[in-house]
C-alpha cells in the first residue's frame, strides 16, 4: 500500500471513530466537532511519527544522504517519492519506516538530523508529551466524558503549547537561515502551511477551551 494512501486512510478512521461516537452519543454532526476529530487525528499519528524520530535518530542521519543525493540527482523534492512508496502490510507499524518521514524532510529542514537543534527535540517532546492530552479532548469534545470546564483547562494548556512551540520552530527555522537553502514554493508549503495548521487551530481551540471554561457547559460544540 502507498505510504501517501496509508496515512489517509490512518488518519480517516480515526476521525470517523470521532464523528460516529459523537453522532451515536448526541444523534447529529457539528462542523467545529470535526475539525478537531480531524486535527486530533492527524496529530495523534505524528506522534508515533515523532516518536520515530526519537527511537531511530541514527537510522535518520544516515537515511538523510539518501534522500540529498536523490533531490541533487533528480532535482526534486523527496516528498513524493516518499508518499509513492509502497509499504507491506508487515510493516505498517515499522519505526523504520516512518521514520524516513524525517530523513525525507531533512532536505527542507536539516535540524532532523541533529538531534541538538529545537526543531529535533520539539517534536519529539511532542510525540511523547501530547497523545494522552490529545485523546481526552477527542473523548470529551465527542462525548462529553469530562465535565467542560475540565475540558476547557485541558484544552487551554494543550493547545497554548502547540501555538507557543510551533511559532517558535518558524522563528528558530529563520533565524538559523535555512530559508535560504530552499525556494519559495517549498517554504510556503512545507515550512508554512503545514507548520501553520498547528498555529492556526490551535489558535481556534484556544477559543473553544475558553467558551467550555466561561459557559461550563458544551455549547460551542453544539450539545
Known sequence: MPVGALTAAVIAILTL???????YVHGDLNAIHGLFSLF?????????????????????EERAEYWRDRRRDTGRMPAGEFLSARVPLGRVLSPTV???????????????TDRRTFGFNADIANGFATPLPTLALYAAYSAGVLPAV?????????????????SLYWVSFFVAEEHRRIGRGELCFYVGALNGVWVFIPMFGLYVSVRLILDGNY???GF
Do not use: K
Open 98 to 112: 516512518w521514520a524516513d518521514v524525517w530523513a525525507a524532510y531533512s532536505t527542507v529542514d536539516p535540524a532532523y
Open 40 to 60: 486530533f487525528s492527524t496529530n495523534l499519528l505524528i506522534c508515533y511519527w515523532e516518536a520515530c524520530l526519537f527511537f531511530r535518530r541514527d537510522y535518520i
Open 219 to 221: 455549547g460551542i460544540l
Open 150 to 166: 475540565i475540558a476547557g483547562i485541558v484544552g487551554v494548556g494543550l493547545f497554548w503549547q502547540w501555538v507557543y512551540v510551533s
Open 17 to 23: 471513530i470521532g464523528i460516529g461516537t459523537r453522532y
